[in-house]
C-alpha cells in the first residue's frame, strides 16, 4: 500500500512540475497586436539581486514612446559563467 501513495504522489508532484513549466500567462494590458513603435529596457541581476538599470514594461514603454502596449517580449541573456551567476533581462514591448 505504502509503494502505491508513493507511486501516486510521486506522479502527481512530476505532473504539478510539468504543468509549471509549459504554463504561459499574457501580460495584463497587453492588447496582442504589433504596433509600429519598439522600445527596449534592460536590467542586470549578479547572484540574483539586480544590478543597475529598470528593465519593466513601464520603463520599456517610456523608452519607446509608446502609451498603448500591443505586445510584450521579454529576453534572458545567460552568459556561461561557473564563477559568478549574473544575467540580463531584457523587455522589448511594441505598440502605439
Excluded at 507511486?7 to 496582442?32: I, N
Excluded at 513603435?37 to 514594461?57: C, D, M, S, T, Y
Aim: glycine letters at 12%; aromatic letters at 8%.
Amino acid at each position: 500500500m505504502k509503494k502505491k501513495f508513493a507511486f501516486v504522489m510521486v506522479c502527481a508532484l512530476a505532473l504539478v512540475l510539468l504543468a509549471a513549466c509549459t504554463t504561459v500567462l499574457p501580460v495584463a494590458g497587453a492588447t496582442g497586436t504589433v504596433g509600429s513603435k519598439v522600445g527596449e529596457a534592460k536590467q542586470a541581476f549578479v547572484f540574483g539581486f539586480p544590478l543597475n538599470g529598470q528593465g519593466g514594461i513601464k520603463a520599456a514603454a517610456k523608452n519607446g514612446g509608446i502609451s498603448k502596449v500591443g505586445v510584450v517580449d521579454v529576453r534572458i541573456h545567460w552568459p556561461a559563467s561557473p564563477i559568478i551567476p549574473y544575467w540580463e533581462v531584457t523587455t522589448v514591448v511594441s505598440g502605439e
